[in-house]
């Protein structure tokens, strides 16, 4: 699927992510700030890339602020973050839940 | 107690006093109308009513930002702010944000995803989001060689003058980029400039045109072009100005000399150039061409250009701009007068 336009979820807050996805062209590029990325980038990543698979975004742009958030609040904000982008927000994402 | 993010309308007296005190008490000092109308939102964050933080935005900049963390561990206020502004300018589809900050901010924001472009002795600038100077830079057709040159105008509109600039670099330098000034805030808009570059130097095979982004003499990174501002103020925005060119667009593009106009009827544009030399050498040169006179000793100026359109002179101007200049000006004339009739300034940049 292609992503039509840039959308965001989530906050900077404590134990949250900000993801902002975006258009891309060359693959799934995901650019993540986190205090914990030597520990747990890695995983934070490949969750967030897990999403965009189920999604089978083939290109697209992710940027992931991450102030400490759980597995699963990073897959929920992924998945909103990547409805919106793709303007389906309404319907509920069997694909990815 | 949880602290509540609400909007502050500063045309409120009451909130505008609230507001401007607790910035203060933070070192905040500068609250010029020339700073503060310009801004398209700002948010508080109370303890009940108590203001423990707040920030603001013009545009995609992100302005004013304030917290008071005595009562929090560190950072949390700030991010919440910061969190809410990011969220905001998300709704209104502005996800590439920039801020201008004081160099011991810097690292806050990067905490919070943001990249710093570069910092000066007194100010750091950076940016987040969906878009980025590498994008920027990305776009921008790479030539090859190590004689190329760069010239940066806003061109409002295209003269004979710009022109005169542009082939005094092209017969100088084997290639020339002329990046145009994006920002919309000019009587001819940002598009209608560029494509008046591009038509007025068609025939120069050197040369490149291309937009100057949101990176060259920008509202982001140069307000004052913009804005009346003080002397101070311009030397610290062009030191910004004139680092992102140095260490992004002319290590990244290989260019070499910077051409400057002069421009004896702008104070701005003198303290910029000034900055210019002082900041880009020795790895970019800084080569000035006197101005273009007419036959007469005038110098040929745009904004003689926008005056007679102003007051519906155009043949006067014939000679002083080239043919596709004067031919767009003819075919849009009525709307370029209402544009000032609305209140588009003309005597500015």
Redesign the interface.
């Known amino acids: 699927m292609e992503i039509k336009?840039?959308?965001?979820d989530g906050?900077?807050?404590?134990s949250d992510i900000?993801i902002?996805v975006?258009k891309g062209t060359n693959g799934v590029n995901i650019d993540l700030?986190s205090?914990v990325k030597e520990r747990f980038g890695d995983d934070i990543i490949a969750t967030i890339k897990k999403v965009a698979s189920d999604f089978q975004l083939d290109n697209v742009?992710i940027?992931a602020?991450d102030?400490g958030a759980l597995d699963c609040v990073i897959k929920a904000r992924a998945i909103t973050a990547i409805q919106r982008a793709l303007g389906n927000s309404e319907e509920p994402a069997w694909e990815a839940l | 107690m949880d602290a509540q993010i609400r909007d502050i309308n500063l045309a409120n007296p009451d909130e505008f006093e609230e507001w401007k005190n607790f910035l203060e008490s933070l070192g905040i000092a500068n609250f010029s109308g020339a700073e503060v109308d310009p801004l398209d939102g700002t948010i508080g964050l109370f303890e009940g009513d108590k203001l423990v933080g707040t920030g603001s935005y013009s545009e995609n900049i992100l302005k004013y930002i304030g917290v008071c963390h005595k009562d929090t561990s560190n950072g949390v206020y700030f991010n919440k702010v910061v969190s809410s502004l990011l969220t905001r300018l998300g709704q209104l589809g502005v996800f590439h944000v920039f801020v201008f900050t004081k160099p011991q901010y810097s690292k806050s924001f990067q905490h919070v995803g943001f990249s710093e472009i570069v910092q000066s002795e007194n100010a750091a600038f950076l940016e987040t989001g969906n878009y980025n100077i590498k994008d920027y830079l990305a776009e921008i057709p790479h030539l090859a060689g190590d004689d190329i040159s760069a010239i940066v105008m806003n061109a409002n509109p295209f003269t004979l003058g710009h022109r005169y600039l542009v082939e005094a670099a092209a017969k100088r330098s084997k290639h020339v980029y002329v990046f145009v000034v994006s920002t919309d805030k000019s009587l001819f808009n940002s598009k209608e400039r560029l494509e008046l570059v591009k038509e007025g130097t068609k025939d120069l095979e050197n040369v490149e045109v291309v937009s100057g982004g949101d990176y060259l003499v920008s509202y982001a990174t140069f307000p004052s072009y913009f804005l009346k501002s003080d002397k101070s103020k311009v030397v610290y925005q062009t030191t910004i100005d004139a680092l992102v060119f140095k260490e992004w667009i002319a290590k990244n593009l290989n260019i070499k000399t910077r051409f400057l106009g002069t421009e004896p009827e702008s104070k701005t544009t003198d303290v910029y150039n000034e900055v210019l030399r002082d900041v880009l050498p020795p790895e970019v040169k800084v080569e000035v061409i006197p101005r273009k006179e007419n036959g007469s000793g005038d110098i040929i100026s745009a904004r003689t250009v926008r005056l007679a359109i102003k007051n519906d002179n155009i043949s006067s101007i014939r000679n002083i701009v080239p043919t596709s200049t004067y031919d767009f000006i003819e075919n849009h004339l009525g709307e370029l007068q209402d544009r000032i009739k609305k209140g588009m300034k003309i005597d500015g940049n």
């Not at chain 1, 336009?5 to 965001?8: C, D, G, L, V």
């Open positions: 336009k840039t959308a965001m906050t900077l807050e404590s900000q902002t975006s700030t205090d742009n940027k602020v102030q």
